[in-house]
């Protein structure tokens, strides 16, 4: 294929996708498909000559479209949104034609001085703490991960590293897993399951820390839970500070944990209140990792600032971009107080590798900051995005939605048979028929089947509780009206 047939096709791809969003309203947003049903669609082997543009496209509709649950379509409400926009995808393409794998900054500079400074724009947008941002001077910054799931493990990863040396030099006779079966932290019950699942592949115990009745964690059973694991002789994955102590039985420093505390859990959109948590962890040493994977877009929005105060106190503070900016998967923005804890538990240097600028002062090396060698550029979709739509068109995008989410909450409340199970500060309702479980999950089951709208459900004190989460960009007051009137119609006939 030469330049002028790419030029003609990619054209011709661009007219498809600005087709596909133009109508996608008019697609089923939950496919009618069975598990296996793509492998007798297609041979059973690569074709050995060419096939062309055209035929590879008509697949497109016939095999991969029956399959797809669309997440942009005005019906989708399930999960959280997933973000897209035309400068986002714009810059997506040229990410993909200048294919730099920037593991360093020696490999493409632009592709890291870039990411560094839209970190500082979007911390700057939210207001974040300058001891965060790079542009201070001091030791904080930030880097974008894949997903909030690997943010999490990177901050949990790192603790327990730095831990493992502390508690090393101090007891030299302790093995690697002896230590590892001490390693203590603490989530909210509520938090994402990635949460428990970094725990898991970090081997640090994680417990869970019950909620009080707007489903935020506990300060009271946290400072329980803590004194016990300390009075057990648990091991910190980070410890702040290090305090000296002299039993026979236990280890030599204070034990200490991390806290990965949630703004706008999955199931309900709640918020741990990091301005009474951050002092307490502050005074305790308790390593705060802040995961907001969802609600981190909503504060750059002036009124919705004020749930991030207390991130002052937080060690490491994350969230999606490719939620609710606008920006497409993948881009998670991860920022840490001090790097040096970061790049200190990750940094190998084989030879193939350095470079001759590698010692100086302003350089950053990203691939110290991540699990994988290389790395997308993915702040061209920032940069594209922020300013082809400026911060402007990015909170009328947030404030529609919540204004969304607020017209259906109304249409819940102003019908008798349903009842709202969590506080709507954002873009998610919660609510159930106030039957019972059994007939909960046969409203959903016939939600799903009917195809027409797409929802997920949660577990909220026990009861079985349907989510409704504004996602698409294209979602206008008359698709919620649409949604609810599907919604009562089946559950009138499951009543009856």
Not at 29 to 44: A, H, M, S
Not at 54 to 62: H, L
Not at 313 to 339: E, G, Q, Y
């Amino acid at each position: 294929m030469d330049v002028e047939e790419f030029r003609r096709l990619g054209k011709e791809m661009v007219d498809y996708v600005a087709d596909y969003w133009k109508t996608i309203e008019e697609r089923p947003v939950y496919p009618d498909v069975e598990p296996g049903y793509l492998r007798p669609l297609i041979p059973t082997e690569a074709p050995q000559e060419p096939e062309t543009f055209e035929d590879v496209m008509k697949d497109v509709e016939r095999v991969i479209m029956p399959g797809i649950t669309h997440w942009n379509s005005p019906y989708f409400y399930a999960y959280f949104p997933t973000g897209c926009s035309h400068p986002s995808l714009l810059a997506d393409m040229l990410c993909g034609a200048l294919s730099c794998i920037g593991f360093s900054w020696a490999a493409s500079p632009a592709c890291t001085e870039l990411e560094t400074v839209m970190m500082d724009w979007l911390g700057k947008m939210m207001q974040l703490p300058e001891c965060f941002l790079a542009s201070s001077g001091g030791q904080g910054g930030g880097v974008l991960q894949g997903t909030a799931s690997e943010a999490t493990l990177m901050s949990l990863l790192a603790a327990r590293c730095k831990a493992l040396r502390q508690i090393q030099v101090l007891h030299p006779e302790w093995s690697e897993p002896e230590i590892f079966s001490k390693l203590i932290a603490y989530t909210s019950e509520q938090a994402h399951s990635s949460v428990e699942r970094a725990g898991l592949i970090a081997s640090v115990t994680m417990r869970m820390v019950p909620t009080d009745n707007s489903y935020a964690m506990r300060l009271d059973l946290l400072k329980r839970m803590v004194e016990e694991d300390k009075a057990a002789g648990l091991i910190p994955v980070y410890v702040r500070e290090q305090h000296s102590r002299h039993h026979s039985n236990s280890i030599c420093v204070q034990p200490e944990a991390t806290v990965c505390a949630t703004l706008g859990t999955t199931p309900s959109c709640a918020f741990d209140n990091i301005a009474e948590l951050g002092p307490y962890c502050k005074e305790a040493n308790l390593w705060l990792h802040v995961d907001a994977a969802y609600a981190g877009s909503a504060f750059i929005c002036p009124e919705f600032r004020h749930l991030l105060n207390g991130i002052e106190f937080a060690d490491s503070f994350n969230f999606n971009p490719h939620k609710w900016l606008l920006i497409n998967f993948d881009c998670s923005a991860f920022w840490v107080r001090n790097k040096v804890d970061l790049v200190g538990a990750f940094k190998v240097e084989p030879v193939y590798l350095k470079y001759e600028k590698q010692d100086a002062g302003l350089i950053t090396d990203y691939r110290h900051w991540q699990i994988p060698l290389g790395r997308r550029f993915r702040s061209l979709k920032m940069w594209f995005t922020f300013r082809m739509l400026g911060v402007g068109r990015l909170q009328e995008n947030i404030r529609k939605q919540v204004a969304l989410a607020r017209e259906f909450e109304g249409l819940v409340r102003a019908d008798d048979r349903f009842e709202i199970s969590a506080e709507v500060i954002m873009g998610l309702v919660c609510f159930r028929l106030k039957g019972s479980n059994e007939q909960n999950q046969e409203l959903l089951k016939q939600i799903t089947k009917c195809r027409e709208i797409h929802l997920v459900p949660c577990e909220l004190s026990g009861k079985f509780v349907l989510r409704f989460a504004i996602c698409s960009r294209y979602t206008e007051s008359r698709h919620v009206q649409v949604a609810w009137r599907h919604i009562a119609q089946l559950a009138t006939g499951i009543l009856k």
